[in-house]
């Protein structure tokens, strides 16, 4: 079948998740099912939930997979805004800089106490919208448009081989047509939304 595409819907954009720093995109915090199950060579489609209009906030092909906290130890991420917690004698503490999740305990979902759930998402072949995002794609894509409609809470799988096929198109001709891979800056300009809610997602 080949690789795994993941959709979901956004219920914050602040840059936090996804993070787009230094031309690399990551997936840190929040959506711990997807970044746990996800691998090297999938592809992730974040839109936007009823508040963002269901507008295509991100699409990315996943090129390299952490685990086990390495993204909170190695120090060339250390300064990545995702990059909140630190290791302090193998549990997870939330820096005092920290841009996002500081007005509450998120570390269960984000990774984990001691890191169990640190699985962190990197890639460098993507396109990231935020607030240019549209919802164009429903014009050619009736299938995704459908999907996205009847996302509710939860997660399932679904494989529609025309999701599939609809999917895969989608992100070809967004390659197409967008050479740079960060096109727009982040919806939300409040960091204390929190992305760690239910979020629908799917994938096929």
């Known amino acids: 079948m080949g690789e795994h595409l993941y959709l979901y819907k956004l219920v914050a954009d602040g840059g936090g998740a996804p ?5 690399l995109l ?10 746990k199950n996800a691998a090297k060579g ?12 269901q507008r295509l906030i991100y699409i990315a ?16 991420y250390a300064k990545r805004p995702d990059c909140i917690y630190r290791n302090v004698e193998g549990r997870a503490q939330l820096k005092p800089q920290a841009r996002y999740h500081n007005q509450s305990d998120q570390r269960r979902k984000d990774v984990g ?6 699985y962190v998402l990197l890639s460098s072949d993507f396109r990231y919208f935020g607030r240019k995002g549209t919802d164009d ?3 050619d894509f009736p299938a995704i448009a459908a999907l996205v409609k009847g996302l509710r809470r939860g997660h399932r799988v679904n494989h529609s081989t ?4 609809e999917l895969l198109e989608l992100k070809k001709r967004v390659w197409r047509k967008h050479r740079p891979m960060k096109i727009g800056t982040p919806t939300d300009t409040d960091r204390t939304r929190l992305c760690n ?3 629908p997602s799917v994938w096929c």
């Open 19 to 23: 993070c787009v720093w230094r031309g």
């Open 26 to 35: 990551s997936l840190a915090i929040c959506k711990p099912k997807i970044r």
């Open 42 to 53: 999938d592809i992730i489609f974040g839109v936007g939930g009823k508040n963002y209009g």
């Open 61 to 76: 092909k996943v090129t390299a997979k952490l685990d086990k906290g390495d993204y909170y130890r190695k120090r060339q």
């Open 113 to 118: 106490t001691t890191f169990e759930n640190a």
């Open 137 to 139: 794609y429903k014009r």
């Open 162 to 165: 025309k999701v599939r096929r």
């Open 197 to 199: 809610s239910d979020s």
